[in-house]
Protein backbone atom coordinates (compact mmCIF):
# COMPACT_ATOMS: atom_id res chain seq x y z
CA UNK A 1 0.00 0.00 0.00
CA UNK A 2 2.73 2.10 1.17
CA UNK A 3 5.89 2.94 -0.71
CA UNK A 4 8.92 4.34 1.12
CA UNK A 5 11.51 6.73 -0.52
CA UNK A 6 13.85 9.40 0.71
CA UNK A 7 14.15 12.71 0.31
CA UNK A 8 16.78 14.86 0.89
CA UNK A 9 14.81 17.75 2.93
CA UNK A 10 11.76 15.93 4.46
CA UNK A 11 14.03 12.67 5.36
CA UNK A 12 11.79 9.22 5.63
CA UNK A 13 8.33 10.10 3.12
CA UNK A 14 5.83 7.01 1.87
CA UNK A 15 3.84 7.51 -0.86
CA UNK A 16 0.17 5.82 -1.54
CA UNK A 17 -2.31 4.96 -4.35
CA UNK A 18 0.16 5.58 -7.17
CA UNK A 19 0.62 2.12 -8.61
CA UNK A 20 -1.80 2.49 -11.39
CA UNK A 21 -3.23 -1.28 -12.23
CA UNK A 22 -3.71 -1.64 -8.00
CA UNK A 23 -5.49 1.90 -7.71
CA UNK A 24 -7.98 2.69 -4.88
CA UNK A 25 -11.67 4.62 -5.01
CA UNK A 26 -13.67 6.16 -3.16
CA UNK A 27 -17.52 5.91 -3.98
CA UNK A 28 -18.71 8.58 -1.67
CA UNK A 29 -18.43 12.52 -0.96
CA UNK A 30 -17.79 12.31 3.01
CA UNK A 31 -14.81 12.17 6.08
CA UNK A 32 -15.48 8.89 6.62
CA UNK A 33 -14.92 7.25 3.57
CA UNK A 34 -11.36 8.53 2.68
CA UNK A 35 -7.74 7.14 3.60
CA UNK A 36 -7.98 7.41 7.59
CA UNK A 37 -4.24 7.71 9.45
CA UNK A 38 -3.42 7.71 13.01
CA UNK A 39 0.56 8.97 13.10
CA UNK A 40 2.94 8.56 15.88
CA UNK A 41 4.83 12.03 15.46
CA UNK A 42 7.56 12.46 18.35
CA UNK A 43 11.31 13.07 16.97
CA UNK A 44 10.46 12.64 13.37
CA UNK A 45 13.53 11.94 11.60
CA UNK A 46 14.56 14.18 8.80
CA UNK A 47 17.52 15.10 6.69
CA UNK A 48 18.32 19.01 7.66
CA UNK A 49 15.85 20.22 10.34
CA UNK A 50 14.18 18.42 13.37
CA UNK A 51 10.30 19.14 13.52
CA UNK A 52 7.45 17.65 14.86
CA UNK A 53 4.76 17.47 12.23
CA UNK A 54 4.47 16.15 8.43
CA UNK A 55 4.29 17.30 5.28
CA UNK A 56 1.56 16.01 2.84
CA UNK A 57 1.61 16.20 -1.06
CA UNK A 58 -1.29 15.51 -2.94
CA UNK A 59 -0.61 14.76 -6.85
CA UNK A 60 -1.81 12.74 -9.63
CA UNK A 61 -0.98 9.60 -9.92
CA UNK A 62 0.86 9.21 -13.38
CA UNK A 63 3.23 12.27 -12.08
CA UNK A 64 6.05 11.22 -9.48
CA UNK A 65 7.06 15.50 -8.98
CA UNK A 66 10.57 16.38 -7.53
CA UNK A 67 9.74 19.60 -5.95
CA UNK A 68 6.53 19.63 -4.56
CA UNK A 69 3.92 22.10 -3.49
CA UNK A 70 2.83 20.14 -0.30
CA UNK A 71 0.61 21.05 3.25
CA UNK A 72 2.09 21.28 6.42
CA UNK A 73 0.34 19.27 9.65
CA UNK A 74 0.98 19.85 12.91
CA UNK A 75 1.29 17.60 16.10
CA UNK A 76 -1.89 17.15 18.48
CA UNK A 77 -4.39 18.23 16.12
CA UNK A 78 -7.19 16.02 14.28
CA UNK A 79 -6.51 17.32 10.87
CA UNK A 80 -9.01 16.61 7.73
CA UNK A 81 -8.16 17.43 4.14
CA UNK A 82 -11.09 17.67 1.47
CA UNK A 83 -10.02 17.37 -2.48
CA UNK A 84 -11.54 18.65 -5.81
CA UNK A 85 -9.51 16.90 -9.00
CA UNK A 86 -9.28 19.36 -11.61
CA UNK A 87 -8.05 18.08 -15.07
CA UNK A 88 -6.97 20.85 -17.66
CA UNK A 89 -6.68 19.91 -21.52
CA UNK A 90 -5.49 22.31 -24.04
CA UNK A 91 -5.59 22.47 -27.53
CA UNK A 92 -1.98 22.16 -29.12
CA UNK A 93 0.43 24.92 -30.94
CA UNK A 94 -1.18 27.05 -32.20
CA UNK A 95 -4.12 27.29 -30.49
CA UNK A 96 -1.46 27.71 -26.85
CA UNK A 97 2.09 27.20 -25.57
CA UNK A 98 1.85 23.27 -25.05
CA UNK A 99 3.22 20.15 -26.95
CA UNK A 100 0.64 17.19 -28.08
CA UNK A 101 1.99 13.55 -27.71
CA UNK A 102 5.20 14.33 -26.16
CA UNK A 103 6.49 10.83 -26.65
CA UNK A 104 6.11 11.17 -30.38
CA UNK A 105 7.02 14.80 -31.00
CA UNK A 106 9.57 16.26 -33.10
CA UNK A 107 9.61 19.53 -31.69
CA UNK A 108 12.27 19.86 -29.30
CA UNK A 109 15.40 18.06 -28.38
CA UNK A 110 14.65 15.17 -26.15
CA UNK A 111 17.69 14.87 -23.78
CA UNK A 112 16.27 16.31 -20.55
CA UNK A 113 12.35 14.50 -21.24
CA UNK A 114 13.77 11.18 -21.78
CA UNK A 115 16.25 11.70 -18.20
CA UNK A 116 13.08 12.52 -16.40
CA UNK A 117 11.27 9.32 -17.29
CA UNK A 118 14.50 7.34 -16.91
CA UNK A 119 14.94 9.20 -13.17
CA UNK A 120 10.97 9.65 -12.73
CA UNK A 121 8.90 7.43 -15.03
CA UNK A 122 6.84 10.24 -16.21
CA UNK A 123 7.57 13.63 -17.42
CA UNK A 124 6.82 17.48 -16.23
CA UNK A 125 7.45 21.02 -16.64
CA UNK A 126 8.64 21.54 -13.54
CA UNK A 127 11.22 18.85 -13.63
CA UNK A 128 12.14 19.01 -16.49
CA UNK A 129 13.24 22.91 -15.74
CA UNK A 130 14.86 21.62 -12.46
CA UNK A 131 17.09 19.00 -14.67
CA UNK A 132 18.38 21.51 -17.18
CA UNK A 133 19.23 23.79 -14.14
CA UNK A 134 21.22 20.69 -12.62
CA UNK A 135 23.49 20.11 -16.05
CA UNK A 136 24.28 23.25 -16.21
CA UNK A 137 24.99 24.33 -12.90
CA UNK A 138 27.90 21.18 -12.99
CA UNK A 139 29.21 22.26 -16.16
CA UNK A 140 29.95 25.12 -13.87
CA UNK A 141 30.73 24.51 -10.38
CA UNK A 142 31.03 20.56 -10.67
CA UNK A 143 28.15 19.61 -8.17
CA UNK A 144 24.95 19.41 -8.53
CA UNK A 145 22.05 21.49 -6.66
CA UNK A 146 20.27 19.29 -3.82
CA UNK A 147 17.39 21.25 -4.60
CA UNK A 148 16.87 20.19 -7.69
CA UNK A 149 16.56 16.62 -9.12
CA UNK A 150 19.80 14.98 -8.56
CA UNK A 151 21.43 13.02 -11.09
CA UNK A 152 24.85 11.64 -8.81
CA UNK A 153 23.97 11.84 -4.89
CA UNK A 154 27.43 11.85 -5.08
CA UNK A 155 28.30 14.91 -6.33
CA UNK A 156 25.89 16.84 -4.52
CA UNK A 157 27.07 21.03 -3.74
CA UNK A 158 28.33 20.48 -0.41
CA UNK A 159 30.87 23.08 0.41
CA UNK A 160 30.59 26.68 1.16
CA UNK A 161 32.68 27.23 -2.41
CA UNK A 162 29.79 24.82 -3.75
CA UNK A 163 27.25 26.55 -2.33
CA UNK A 164 28.60 30.05 -3.38
CA UNK A 165 28.96 28.51 -6.83
CA UNK A 166 25.45 27.74 -6.92
CA UNK A 167 24.56 31.00 -5.89
CA UNK A 168 26.00 33.07 -8.19
CA UNK A 169 24.66 30.97 -11.48
CA UNK A 170 21.28 30.65 -10.00
CA UNK A 171 20.85 34.53 -10.46
CA UNK A 172 22.82 33.89 -14.50
CA UNK A 173 20.49 31.21 -14.77
CA UNK A 174 17.15 33.19 -14.48
CA UNK A 175 18.22 35.68 -16.87
CA UNK A 176 18.55 32.91 -19.37
CA UNK A 177 15.64 30.27 -18.43
CA UNK A 178 14.73 30.73 -21.74
CA UNK A 179 17.46 28.89 -23.19
CA UNK A 180 16.05 25.40 -21.16
CA UNK A 181 12.77 26.15 -21.86
CA UNK A 182 13.08 25.49 -25.32
CA UNK A 183 14.24 21.75 -24.32
CA UNK A 184 11.59 21.69 -21.73
CA UNK A 185 8.07 21.68 -23.65
CA UNK A 186 4.45 22.41 -21.64
CA UNK A 187 2.37 19.52 -21.79
CA UNK A 188 -1.46 19.89 -23.19
CA UNK A 189 -2.33 17.68 -20.01
CA UNK A 190 -2.02 19.10 -16.35
CA UNK A 191 -3.79 18.14 -13.19
CA UNK A 192 -4.40 20.43 -10.05
CA UNK A 193 -6.00 19.72 -6.77
CA UNK A 194 -8.16 22.38 -4.96
CA UNK A 195 -7.73 21.46 -1.05
CA UNK A 196 -9.77 22.51 2.31
CA UNK A 197 -8.24 22.01 5.39
CA UNK A 198 -9.87 21.18 8.75
CA UNK A 199 -8.46 20.93 12.02
CA UNK A 200 -9.64 20.18 15.77
CA UNK A 201 -7.11 20.40 18.77
CA UNK A 202 -6.26 16.90 20.40
CA UNK A 203 -4.27 18.07 22.92
CA UNK A 204 -6.42 17.92 25.82
CA UNK A 205 -7.88 14.09 24.41
CA UNK A 206 -4.72 12.42 25.75
Request: overall charge negative; glycine content about 2%.
Amino acid sequence: EFEWFRHIFYGNCFRFNSKQHLLRTVTKNDMFSGLQLYLYLDDIENSFFKTNGIFIVIEDQSLRTHSPNGIHILPSLETTLTLKKNVFIQQPKPYSNCTEDLENSNQFDKKYYNILLKKNGNYNYEDCLSVCYNIKIFSKCKCYDPSSISLNDSALCQTIEDVKCNMEYFKKYLESISECDKHCPIPCRRVEFETEIFSLDLSNRF
